[in-house]
């Protein structure tokens, strides 16, 4: 049983920072793509940033590039996403995700199996 659970979300004035933490398993880490996805109020569930198992490849949505890092610690299997200059339009329920890497693009969110329950981003 695959178990995604994120924390680190709330609320922050524009300008500042977040740390968003996903807690995963070794194997997934080790074996999936992860990433983080967000949903705004009436928007489609959008992707932010990806990380693959083989090189450390990552990808950005442009809206975040140069703002938001995607990290992850082996050693205490979590994903994490640190974002930083943070807008208004950044407000979101964040979501941790998992899926194969060789399925589907990663912006796709039909790409990824596993889903963590979500993590609220205010942003004013």
């Known amino acids: 049983h695959v178990q995604l659970v994120e924390s680190g979300g709330g609320s922050v004035q524009a300008g500042g920072s977040l740390r968003l933490s996903c807690a995963a398993s070794a194997s997934i880490l080790r074996h999936r793509k992860v990433g983080w996805f967000r949903q705004a109020p009436g928007k489609e569930r959008e992707g932010v940033a990806t990380i693959y198992p083989t090189g450390n490849d990552t990808y950005y949505a442009d809206s975040v590039q140069g703002r938001f890092t995607i990290l992850q610690d082996n050693a205490k299997a979590t994903l994490y996403l640190q974002m930083n200059s943070l807008k208004s339009e950044d407000t979101a329920v964040y979501y941790c995700?998992?899926?194969?890497?060789?399925?589907?693009?990663?912006?796709?969110?039909?790409?990824?199996?596993?889903w963590g329950q979500g993590t609220q981003v205010t942003v004013s």
């Open positions: 995700a998992a899926g194969w890497p060789s399925t589907g693009s990663w912006l796709s969110w039909l790409s990824y199996t596993y």
